[in-house]
T-cell receptor
Framework: DTGVSQNPRHKITKRGQNVTFRCDPISEHNRLYWYRQTLGQGPEFLTYFQNEAQLEKSRLLSDRFSAERPKGSFSTLEIQRTEQGDSAMYLC?????????????FGPGTRLTVT | TQLLEQSPQFLSIQEGENLTVYCNSSSVFSSLQWYRQEPGEGPVLLVTVVTGGEVKKLKRLTFQFGDARKDSSLHITAAQPGDTGLYLCAGGSGNTGKLIFGQGTTLQVKP
């Protein structure tokens, strides 16, 4: 049983460029979550999918951010026209609907640095 | 808005000492989870508590959920350098599974 994987692990980009991150959840998990974590803080919820449907988006997810999960398996998070404030760790987590107690399993994250 | 406040934010202790980390909220959560995170890695789930007053033990770690399901604590006995890391509490509510995280407690255990 492989865990949640994320690619790339690190991304350095210049302000104004677009970036895309990928998350592969645990294979049987139908729920997938994106969080953002800045240094010294806890993760903040961005959005989540149940199968291919995006069911909730945080106010933190501006128009420059878009997430997809086209076949209900892997997901992508795209940031357009990156800003220095977008620099953070982007975490993906997955869970199985109906699992008691809402347990989520996290990937290793993608560290984004915007210069 | 649901918030979780963790205290202390930073803790530096010697190997062998005991410590307690607190996680408090004014909101009720259906479940509360504790995670441990190492630099550059994602959080790793340690435990989930769901019943008010529940106590769970994981080797030298003891987790407690408050009677009103608004607060929780993590107690580590005889801390070891391998316990060093960021400890996060996270509350879940409703059916979405969205977690609300505290800001974390950074623990450093010196040999």
């Amino acid at each position: 049983d492989t865990g949640v994987s994320q690619n790339p692990r690190h991304k350095i980009t210049k302000r104004g460029q677009n970036v895309t991150f990928r998350c592969d959840p645990i294979s049987e998990h139908n729920r997938l979550y994106w969080y953002r974590q800045t240094l010294g803080q806890g993760p903040e919820f961005l959005t989540y999918f149940q199968n291919e449907a995006q069911l909730e988006k945080s106010r933190l997810l501006s128009d420059r951010f878009s997430a997809e999960r086209p076949k209900g398996s892997f997901s992508t998070l795209e940031i357009q026209r990156t800003e220095q404030g977008d620099s953070a760790m982007y975490l993906c987590a997955s869970s199985l609907q109906g699992t008691p107690f809402l347990e989520q399993y996290f990937g290793p994250g993608t560290r984004l640095t915007v210069t | 808005t649901q918030l979780l406040e963790q205290s202390p934010q930073f803790l530096s202790i010697q190997e062998g000492e005991n410590l307690t980390v607190y996680c408090n909220s004014s909101s009720v959560f259906s479940s509360l989870q504790w995670y441990r995170q190492e630099p550059g890695e994602g959080p790793v789930l340690l435990v989930t508590v769901v019943t008010g007053g529940e106590v769970k033990k994981l080797k030298r770690l003891t987790f407690q959920f408050g009677d009103a399901r608004k607060d929780s604590s993590l107690h580590i006995t005889a801390a070891q350098p391998g316990d060093t890391g960021l400890y996060l509490c996270a509350g879940g509510s409703g059916n979405t599974g969205k977690l609300i995280f505290g800001q974390g407690t950074t623990l450093q255990v010196k040999p």
